[in-house]
């Protein structure tokens, strides 16, 4: 018997694997992200491809009548102050608050018939982010868990594996009382959960999770790394190889805390200040400049968050002064910020290869109400998408005359995350059978 603390594990007269575990729970090494790991390494499949994917996620609900399918020739109770300009591409015109966005359309894709029924934040945001509605007593998981968990594998070819397998950058989403579902492992366990940084403005050194205790030494840290692996042997030996996966899950903790290369992708002092200017020097644009070095690195999905809550601090939860709220921040930070990152991605070669969605869990009504705002509204939302692949410069799908409803090629959540799934090199039959996803048809027309 091995009493490590409080713990007790038996050993040939019947060694308890759950026991064991317990050694990683009460913190063997010294880290906090053994748990994190332990489940990526179960049944991951080898990759299909090297693609990444880059999810934007406007938390609140973006109004599509204001930014990417306006209707300048409908009545004022619906078309808003903005005025409808033209892009670089003929015939694609968005809102005049978009300028860069304007200039770089053939970089991008929209799609302007995104809808579903959802009409609360948190079931809409479960929805778009993991492609299933909710049911009670069920959580689906987030894309990057799934991504994760079936994709697998690591794309740079030398040195140790990549301790990231999907992130988070930006706050944990929240409609308090209610914080949404869809952010974590799900059902596929939440060793699975995307790694979160929770303000990718702060300095690595002030990111916990990237340090081990100050009472941990290197060489301290070192040893304890030793001896659990001969803890693992052993355990090896009296159970099967499915113990393998402790080893793996703290190896990949033990080098994000001590390896060069993991942190270099997270330290972004060391981009030129003029590019982390670029993108904006505010969470959503360093979260997207982190994001860009992430995929750079070799992590395969990373997701970046607008704001914490849907109306707090510009959320897009637009319910009163729509438009001065969009004019004054919203607008302005997203345009610097996504043109700066797909011109940047474009730029470096990673385009190709990387893909770009920037969603929220659904747009506005269209018509404005009486406190000049707009309301939660499902039924008929904009969205865009690029790389990886995916023509730029054209609309995918149409609404009608008021962006209340698609009127042609409709695109649901399922449809998204199946293209994000099949882009990504996933296996639709397999996840289709594991209970991941209930549609294998993707976004129509998506490569023309």
Known sequence: MIRLGSSETRTCAGTSRREFLQIGAAGFLGLSLPGFFRAQALGAAEPGNDFSTILLFLWGGPPQSDTFDLKPEASNIYRGPFRSVPTQVPGIHICEHLPQLARTQKLYTIVRSAHHRDTEHPRAAHYMMTGNQVIRGREWPNMGATIDRFAGGDRVAAGPPNPLGAVVLGPRLRDAPITPTGQDGGFLGNGYSP?????????????????????????????????????????????????????????????LVTSPRAKAALDLRQEPERVRERYGQHSFGQGALMARRLVEAGVRFVQVNWREHPINDFGFDNHSDNFNRLKDAQLPQIDQTVSALLWDLETRGLLERTMVLMTGEFGRTPRINGSAGRDHWPFCFSYLIAGAGIPGGRVIGRSDEFAAYPVDDPVSPENTVASVYRIMGLDLEKLRAAGIIQETEGIPRLFG
């Open 195 to 255: 790694f979160r940084i929770v303000d990718p403005t702060q300095p690595l050194e002030r990111i916990a999770a990237l340090s081990p205790p100050t009472s941990l030494r290197l060489g301290r840290l070192a040893r304890r790394e030793r001896l659990f692996r001969t803890l693992t042997e052993f355990q090896r030996h009296v159970e099967s190889d499915s113990t393998l996966v402790l080893d793996r899950a703290y190896q990949r903790a033990f080098t």
